[in-house]
């Protein structure tokens, strides 16, 4: 069973296109990594990178030949990690910190710390094999096939959590953005206009799924991480011309609700999936200490930041979304929401690009190109139907992303890699760094477990507030 399973996961895409640069599908909890300039890839019995200069073939266990360039710069790496850090995190932050007080700061400054930590892990565990390239790689070299069985797992249930909180996000703001708009269908379609919005921007969306090309979808990379910076600057301006003052008080602990807060921050750092690519495609791998600190300090600065800034604007009125509680007829206010409604529209070609390639590559070989594109397109396209119907019957961002965060991202970001550091390693490393490393798992554990309990009893409650028996 399990070598059936290893099988239908197994194979990875390292390569995407790029012109001079990596370009990042990106994502803020799950992303399919970025390669040196190669224009595709992938056979499940060796792989193929067709890139400008040079044509690589080699086996499963090489992944990547020996003549992978590896060209990506400094700067390069750091726009990448932060460009992947930043995402729905920056809409929680303030409803976050509203929630937990403001000494709940210094957990979201900690598990900052204690994610850069992890993201070095992980580079320490491909310098310990050459022949990874990848986290289910790293998996694999640590706990065997189970081991990456495990983390796929993991990665494709992130991949579903996520687009169901972008959906909702989608489904939050588009009815802000066309507030006033009334759209009737029959009675017995018992749809409001927000369900019939959030359906015409998902169904817009859905033909970017029958795309076979990465290079075709890579764009929209970079038009998430534009996004979020018009989000950004949109609070800072609501802050200085929006005529709200930041006069509200930050209570200074809630610890009883510290347990559901924890998974928005943990979510906030998703993304250690293609840490381990950024680290393959950098030309100085050395390097990859610094860019991690600085990436993680910009990223944990900014976060900081709009969570006091959000805070103090609104005060308990802070939605868990920070772009519901702007000032409604504000300029920067319009942006923000058409911003956050565009976003989602982006996300989802680039996070169901992982699944289509690994389901491509179960097809059998005689299966014709026409053919698997066909099926590609009508599994992604169930499968996004299926995440609109789920976001709409359960539109609690807050509690989703939480959930999220908690049971899929503190895995990933946290215990994972420092499992695979210590199993790793084991016998070349101090008993006191791996009492450190069980302590940092055991940390995580214990916030998962509580954040899952707290966040899965706030949904629950949610729903029976909304649909009573």
């Not at 099988?7 to 909890?29: D, F, P, R, V, Y």
């Not at 990506?72 to 460009?83: E, L, P, Y």
């Not at 932050?93 to 400054?109: D, H």
């Not at 006091?308 to 923000?336: C, D, E």
């Amino acid at each position: 069973m399990w070598s059936k399973i290893c099988k239908a996961i197994g194979i990875k895409s390292q390569c995407l296109i790029g012109s001079h640069n990596q370009n990042q599908i990106a994502s803020e909890s799950v992303q399919l990594g970025a390669g040196a300039g190669c224009e595709v890839c992938v056979e499940e019995s060796q792989l193929v990178c067709k890139c400008a200069h040079n044509h690589v073939t080699a086996d499963t266990n090489n992944h990547i030949g020996d003549d992978h360039q590896a060209n990506s710069s400094f700067a390069h790496a750091v726009i990448n990690m932060t460009g992947m850090l930043i995402g729905l995190g920056q809409l929680s932050t303030p409803y976050a910190l509203e929630n937990g007080g403001w000494s709940s700061a210094f957990l979201l400054i900690v598990l900052g710390i204690i994610c850069a930590y992890s993201s070095l892990l992980l580079g320490k565990c491909l310098d310990k094999n050459p022949k990874s390239k990848s986290y289910s790689d790293i998996g694999q070299q640590a706990f065997g096939a189970k081991g990456r069985v495990i983390v796929a797992i993991f990665i494709y249930l992130e991949i579903f959590m996520t687009l169901v909180s972008y959906t909702i996000s989608l489904h939050d703001n588009i009815i802000t953005v066309f507030s006033g708009v009334q759209l009737r269908l029959p009675i017995w379609a018992k749809l409001s206009t927000s369900h019939i919005l959030t359906i015409l921007a998902v169904l817009v969306a859905l033909p970017s799924l029958w795309l076979r090309n990465l290079s075709s979808i890579s764009f929209l990379s970079f038009g998430g991480i534009l996004m979020s910076a018009v989000i950004f600057s949109s609070v800072a301006c609501t802050a200085i011309f929006g005529g709200v003052r930041a006069d509200h008080k930050i209570p200074v602990l809630q610890l009883h609700k510290i347990p559901a807060i924890s998974g928005l921050y943990i979510f906030s750092y998703a993304g250690h999936i293609v840490f381990p690519n950024l680290y393959v495609a950098m030309k100085d791998p050395s390097k990859f200490t610094k860019v991690t600190i600085v990436s993680f300090t910009l990223v944990t600065t900014l976060y900081t930041l709009l969570a006091f800034l959000g805070a103090k604007l609104f005060g308990p009125q802070v939605n868990s979304q920070i772009t519901l509680s702007m000032p409604p007829h504000f300029i920067a206010t319009k942006i923000a929401l058409w911003a956050t409604v565009l976003t989602p529209i982006t996300k989802y070609a680039l996070e169901f690009a992982p699944i289509a390639i690994q389901l491509e590559h179960s097809f059998p070989a005689s299966m014709s190109s026409r053919a698997k594109m066909i099926v590609r397109g009508f599994v992604g396209s169930f499968l996004l139907l299926v995440i609109l119907a789920l976001a709409l019957l359960v539109p609690y961002f807050e509690h989703v992303l939480g959930l999220t965060g908690s049971l899929l991202s503190i895995g990933i970001c946290v215990i994972f890699p420092c499992a695979f550091y210590i199993k790793i390693y084991w016998g070349q490393i101090s008993k006191s760094i791996v009492v450190m490393h069980l302590i940092f798992i055991g940390f995580g554990a214990f916030l998962g477990v509580l954040g899952t309990i707290s966040s899965s009893k706030m949904l629950i409650e949610s729903m029976k507030r909304t649909h009573p028996t």
